[in-house]
T-cell receptor
Framework: DSGVTQTPKHLITATGQRVTLRCSPRSGDLSVYWYQQSLDQGLQFLIQYYNGEERAKGNILERFSAQQFPDLHSELNLSSLELGDSALYFC????????????FGAGTRLSVL | GENVEQHPSTLSVQEGDSAVIKCTYSDSASNYFPWYKQELGKRPQLIIDIRSNVGEKKDQRIAVTLNKTAKHFSLHITETQPEDSAVYFCAVFSGNTPLVFGKGTRLSVIA
């Protein structure tokens, strides 16, 4: 167990819908990262938050948004869902905002039907 | 920005043989190089990492070597076992951007 908690584990929804994925980082970690992993694909970096502020942005679609709350948990909002958004979404956390070990959660598997 | 290339994309070895996965990077200021292992359906987990002031690091059957001049680093797994079968990702940290991951290597250890 990495100490990073992601909920829900599985999510099944329809095209056009909106979902929210939640992540609680390890105790003491200030940074949260979101990644998308499609079938047999690598880890696509979406966005990073550090202590409540957006720190870096990757290949995140405009239909997607995220935030980090004062208690440091983070939410990833996916809207106007398309079939191609079906993927495994990982959250990771680290102590600092840059160099350092990232600890991954177990992921949320999103299926858009 | 940083560009990380990982080779090979797939690798099959006989149990007991060694496996080597190589990554190259572009930013000479990069200073932290972790390797992650992802078993099927599981989360990526750190297995070993190295910093730019070190040329080699070992942990039992796993080792990582770094060549800063050539800007590449490699993961070496000796005496491979079936449980080593997984996808391995290299990653690079340089400056203020988050880790940049390679595209992964699917390792299959054949018993």
């Amino acid at each position: 167990d990495s100490g990073v908690t992601q909920t829900p584990k599985h999510l099944i929804t329809a095209t056009g819908q909106r979902v929210t994925l939640r992540c609680s980082p390890r105790s003491g970690d200030l940074s949260v990262y979101w990644y998308q992993q499609s079938l047999d694909q690598g880890l696509q970096f979406l966005i990073q938050y550090y202590n409540g502020e957006e720190r870096a942005k990757g290949n995140i679609l405009e239909r997607f948004s995220a935030q980090q709350f004062p208690d440091l948990h983070s939410e990833l909002n996916l809207s106007s869902l398309e079939l191609g958004d079906s993927a495994l979404y990982f959250c990771a956390s680290s102590v600092s905002g840059g160099e350092g070990i990232q600890y991954f959660g177990a992921g949320t598997r999103l299926s858009v039907l | 920005g940083e560009n990380v290339e990982q080779h090979p994309s797939t690798l099959s070895v006989q149990e007991g043989d060694s496996a080597v996965i190589k990554c190259t990077y572009s930013d000479s200021a990069s200073n932290y190089f972790p390797w992650y292992k992802q078993e099927l359906g599981k989360r990526p987990q750190l297995i070993i990492d190295i910093r730019s002031n070190v040329g080699e690091k070992k942990d039992q059957r796993i080792a990582v070597t770094l060549n800063k001049t050539a800007k590449h680093f490699s993961l070496h797994i000796t005496e491979t076992q079936p449980e080593d079968s997984a996808v391995y990702f290299c990653a690079v940290f340089s400056g203020n951007t988050p880790l940049v991951f390679g595209k992964g290597t699917r390792l299959s250890v054949i018993a």
